[in-house]
Every structure is written in C-alpha cells, then in structure tokens.
C-alpha cells in the first residue's frame, strides 16, 4: 500500500502508534508494519515530514534521546494529540458503518 492511498488516514494511523509510548521516526515504521501485518511499508521521505506536521498542529511533542547508542528524535502524544486521535477515531467509526452498509446493504 502506497502513501497516496493513505491519504486523509496517515495522521490517524501515526496519532495511534503514539499513543502508548514515544518513539523514535524508523520505531514509528516498524510499529505500522508490524500493526499491519506488512502491508504498510512507508518510506522516511513520508512519515518524517507528518510527524513534523503533526509537531506544528501541537498533536505530537519531541525530544532528543539516545536509543541504541544513537541520538534520535523521540516523538510524543500531547494532550491536544489524544483528542484528535479520539476524534479520528469516532470519525472513521462513522466512515465505515456508512460505507459498510452502501457496500453491504441489509437485505
């Protein structure tokens, strides 16, 4: 699955791997393969730049730390962050009971 299929859904899907823990931008990678069963395989050149729009929303916070030996910058839920993760959630609960039932009308 490429990013332009993502398109609207990213933000969410980053806000949500956020949620429990910070973690550095290729953590952020491997936590979207992995949720995903590899279906998401997204290249740095698509998520660093949502996670710094995100940082500019004031969803995310980050910090520099040093994991493995090596400085990385460690994003962070904010409090704003988790509303809007819980907004997009409701939203795209909304999304899918819509579509479900046009795609898979009650017969």
Do not use: C
Not at 72 to 91: D, F, I, M, N, V
Request: glycine content about 12%.
């Amino acid at each position: 699955m490429n990013a332009d299929e993502l398109r609207g859904h990213l933000d969410a899907l980053l806000l949500s791997v956020l949620e429990h823990e910070p973690l550095h931008g290729y953590a952020i990678i491997e936590a979207l393969r992995a949720r995903s069963g590899g279906v998401l395989d997204l290249p740095t050149g698509t998520i660093y730049p949502a996670l710094r729009r995100l940082e500019r929303a004031g969803f995310l916070a980050s910090e520099w730390a040093v994991v493995g030996g090596r400085r990385r910058r460690t994003y962070r839920l904010t409090g704003t962050g988790r509303a809007e993760l819980a907004g997009e959630r409701s939203a795209w609960a909304a999304f899918t009971q819509v579509i479900g039932s046009v795609l898979n009308p009650a017969r």
